[in-house]
């Protein structure tokens, strides 16, 4: 059992990449299945602001975004890396796209009108009111999620028949082994084919549904559920891991120990705000003290968020 505690929920596609890649490492892990919506009052403890899905612990240390979070988990797994060298520009630019625009589309996608009405979380019209109401409160003050279905599904298409294309000449999007680009990749597509509604359009794609499989078969590791109440009693048992190049900075406005909010630039502008404690060139770590949790270092990734005064 290693000592890394996922929360998640079932349904969260990007809780689904980080699902897989533990699976491909072969990890043993603890979960914390977090509420779909807000109050979530346990991930507050750790994160303090941030309420995005999903955030990964070891003992004080919370990390933030999956991107951070498979960074650090090719990290501390070493065995199967999945960021080659040799393509880490091209690389970490297609990652992005694909856990931005593309996720974008698949959100479109799969909560088109014919997908809706065959998906559980809607059947119960109180159920779905809270949730609309809750993304909505996710969203204000951004665009980035909203795109309509006439503009989504060409680009969906288009790109699921690159891919396709792709796929029928290699076993991964990596090659013949994947790369992080492939747990991307498979969390957009897993989020609308496990729609039984949409599961049959996959048949125009056959590489792209045998790929899906590879993926799957990589399972989901061996999770054990704990509770929040327990994940948040770890972290206060804990201290956040030492920082070895603490003084390094790399942000031209703050230095460490300034009081400081991190956000993210896309959705979810609910910030963190405490001590800055690095800031390099892909990394952000901001510590705080709760009265739950008590000294916890909060990491984020450079890519996709940005640092302001604590206001
Ligand atoms: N950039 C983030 C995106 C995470 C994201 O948008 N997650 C969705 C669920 S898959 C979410 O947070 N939804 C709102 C919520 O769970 O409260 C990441 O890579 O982790």
């Keep these: 059992m290693t000592n890394v505690i996922l929360h998640q ?15 491909y490492k072969e990890q043993s892990y603890q979960t914390v299945e977090i509420p779909v919506i807000m109050p979530k009052p346990d991930l507050m403890a750790l994160t303090g602001g941030y309420r995005k899905t999903p955030v990964l612990q070891r003992g004080a240390d919370i990390y933030c975004d999956s991107s951070m979070i498979c960074r650090f988990l090719d990290d501390i797994f070493p065995d199967n890396p999945i960021y080659p060298q040799d393509q880490i520009a091209a690389l970490t630019a297609a990652v992005h796209w694909t856990d931005t625009f593309l996720f974008k589309v698949s959100v479109a996608v799969a909560f088109q009108p014919r997908a809706m009405a065959a998906n559980d979380l809607f059947s119960d019209p109180a159920v779905a009111e809270a949730f609309t109401k809750d993304r909505a409160e996710l969203t204000k003050g951004s665009t980035e999620l909203g795109m309509d279905l006439s503009v989504a599904q060409p680009h969906w298409w288009q790109h699921m028949k690159l891919l396709e294309a792709q796929l029928s000449k290699a ?22 084919y496990k729609n039984d509604v949409l599961q049959g359009d996959l048949g125009a794609f056959p590489a792209l549904a045998e790929w899906m499989q590879r993926m799957a078969a990589f399972g989901h590791g061996k999770p054990t559920t704990i509770t929040g109440d327990a994940a948040v009693e770890i972290a206060r048992n804990g201290q956040p891991a030492a920082i070895s190049d603490a003084s390094a900075t790399s942000e031209p406005q703050f230095a460490v120990g300034d009081e400081v909010q991190v ?18 060139m892909d990394e952000l770590i901001v510590k705080r003290t709760d009265p739950r949790a ?11 968020f940005r640092v302001a005064v604590a206001s």
């Design 263 to 280: 956000l993210p630039v896309d959705y979810g502008f609910q910030p963190t705000c405490g001590e800055l404690m690095l800031a390099s």
């Design 294 to 304: 008590g000294d916890v270092a909060v990491h984020f990734p450079r890519l996709g």
């Design 171 to 192: 076993a991964f999007l990596g090659g013949e082994s994947p790369t992080i680009l492939d747990f991307s990749t498979y969390h957009c597509c897993w989020f609308v």
């Design 9 to 23: 929920y079932a349904g969260s596609p990007f809780s689904e990449k980080i699902r897989c890649l533990l699976g």
